[in-house]
């Protein structure tokens, strides 16, 4: 039913998906409402992530754009 290529590209979909869930678990919380939405946007804005926040800021990024291109990849060869 399934070519080799859909089962090796869905497989792949599922680790990307596993990783970007524990990528986003990993991440620090931010404050909760809208002061700290604001807040967590300056941050970021105006460049005061750690290290390690922008690292996994970018694991994320590069994660998420996996995902999205696999999804829609599979949905046109199925």
Same mark, same amino acid.
Do not use: C, N
């Given at each position: ?8 590209l ?23 409402? =809208?002061?700290?939405?604001? /807040?967590? *946007?300056?941050? %970021? !804005? ?5 290290g ?6 970018? =694991?994320?990024?590069?994660? /998420?754009? *996996?995902?999205? %291109? !696999? ?8």
């Open positions: 039913m399934f070519s080799l290529v859909s089962q090796i869905m497989v792949v979909h599922f680790f990307v998906a596993i990783g970007l869930v524990a990528v986003v678990l990993l991440q620090p919380g931010r404050s909760a409402g =809208i002061s700290g939405a604001i /807040a967590g *946007a300056g941050e %970021s !804005l105006f460049g005061r992530q750690s390690m926040d922008e690292f996994l800021s970018k =694991i994320t990024t590069y994660l /998420a754009v *996996a995902f999205m %291109s !696999l999804s829609v990849l599979i949905a046109v060869l199925l």
